[in-house]
């Protein structure tokens, strides 16, 4: 896990990317511990409303940005549906507003903090040092198919002039190689999409269902953006595997029951 440290602040562990901090950007990727929903039991839930009271969610959040030393920042979040859509957020005022439907925020506005929710899904976050933007992305397998970090790259290019030269990447915990399953029509999917798609897939199986690689795609996505290779910071942590400490949407059965939501968050203070 070169890159990242974990950092223990008042009960709750935060990840936090190194080289993203060490170029003035506020950074985290949150864990599951020292919360107050019962999901099971002291879970900092920090997201998914339907499922948790309202409350526990809002003093999880207060607790996470506080560890944070941005308790008077703007958080800004995003209703996620696995498209890859971007929010360019303009300014305070807009960063206040209700979330609206996409899969990527984007800004250059100090002390607000972007933020992805996941319980699986990989969350990437983009810092720009010349120009000072950033960017949170949502990345499923049908937001990595359909592109959302290369349009987040893009839309930075548009909104910032930013050069993908300069920008940093850090993959926050998401569900690994090792145990994400899907069904051949997923596989097909990809294959049809990416030329390098052999190398995303393990562990084929009789029935037509393999092993997807949803880092190893971002990465790839990333490089042919123009970011570089070694400006790209994969945490490797899996949910799925490190369930004591992560959120797993698929592990604890999310179809059936509450599953708490991860948050990673990116922001600067001037």
Same mark, same amino acid.
């Given at each position: 896990?070169?890159?990242?440290?974990?950092? /223990?602040? +008042? +009960?709750? *562990?935060?990840?936090? !990317?190194? $080289?993203?901090?060490?170029? @003035? %950007?506020? /950074?985290?990727?949150?864990?599951?511990? @020292?919360?107050?929903?019962?999901?099971?039991?002291?879970?900092?839930?920090?997201?998914?409303? *339907?499922?948790?009271?309202?409350? /526990?969610?809002?003093?999880?959040?207060?607790?996470?940005?506080?560890?944070?030393?941005?308790?008077?920042?703007?958080?800004?979040? &995003?209703?996620?549906?696995?498209?890859?859509?971007?929010?360019?957020? +303009?300014?305070?005022?807009?960063?206040?507003?209700?979330?609206?439907?996409?899969?990527?925020?984007?800004?250059?506005? $100090?002390?607000?903090?972007?933020?992805?929710?996941?319980?699986?899904?990989?969350?990437?976050?983009?810092?720009?040092?010349?120009?000072?933007?950033?960017? &949170?992305?949502?990345?499923?397998?049908?937001?990595?198919?359909?592109?959302?970090?290369?349009?987040?790259?893009?839309?930075?290019?548009?909104?910032?002039?930013?050069?993908?030269?300069?920008?940093? &990447?850090?993959?926050?915990?998401?569900?690994?190689?090792?145990? %994400?399953?899907?069904?051949?029509?997923?596989?097909?999917? %990809?294959? +049809?999409?990416?030329?390098?798609?052999?190398?995303?897939?393990?562990? $084929?199986?009789? /029935?037509?269902?393999?092993?997807?690689?949803?880092?190893?795609?971002?990465?790839?996505?990333?490089?042919? !953006?123009?970011?570089?290779?070694?400006?790209?910071?994969?945490?490797?942590?899996?949910?799925?595997?490190?369930?004591?400490?992560?959120?797993?949407?698929? *592990?604890?059965? @999310?179809?059936?029951? $509450?599953?708490?939501?991860?948050?990673?968050?990116? @922001?600067?203070?001037?």
């Amino acid at each position: 896990m070169e890159h990242f440290s974990f950092r /223990n602040v +008042n +009960n709750l *562990r935060l990840l936090v !990317c190194d $080289p993203i901090e060490r170029i @003035g %950007f506020k /950074n985290a990727f949150s864990t599951r511990l @020292g919360g107050v929903s019962p999901l099971p039991s002291q879970a900092l839930s920090l997201g998914n409303f *339907r499922q948790d009271e309202r409350e /526990n969610v809002l003093e999880n959040r207060r607790r996470f940005l506080a560890a944070l030393d941005a308790a008077d920042w703007t958080l800004v979040t &995003a209703k996620q549906f696995h498209s890859a859509d971007v929010r360019f957020i +303009n300014g305070v005022e807009d960063a206040r507003t209700e979330p609206t439907p996409c899969d990527a925020l984007t800004a250059d506005t $100090p002390r607000i903090l972007l933020a992805v929710q996941t319980a699986d899904c990989l969350p990437i976050l983009i810092a720009d040092e010349r120009s000072g933007a950033f960017s &949170a992305a949502h990345a499923g397998w049908r937001g990595t198919l359909a592109g959302i970090v290369a349009r987040t790259v893009e839309r930075m290019q548009q909104e910032y002039g930013s050069r993908p030269e300069d920008m940093h &990447a850090a993959l926050g915990p998401a569900i690994s190689a090792a145990v %994400f399953e899907v069904g051949p029509e997923v596989l097909l999917e %990809f294959k +049809n999409r990416f030329g390098y798609a052999e190398e995303l897939i393990s562990d $084929p199986q009789p /029935n037509g269902k393999g092993h997807l690689n949803l880092n190893l795609a971002n990465v790839r996505r990333l490089i042919d !953006c123009g970011v570089r290779e070694d400006r790209i910071y994969d945490s490797a942590l899996c949910t799925w595997l490190r369930n004591d400490l992560f959120f797993s949407f698929r *592990r604890e059965r @999310g179809n059936e029951k $509450p599953v708490g939501r991860l948050m990673g968050v990116i @922001g600067r203070e001037i």
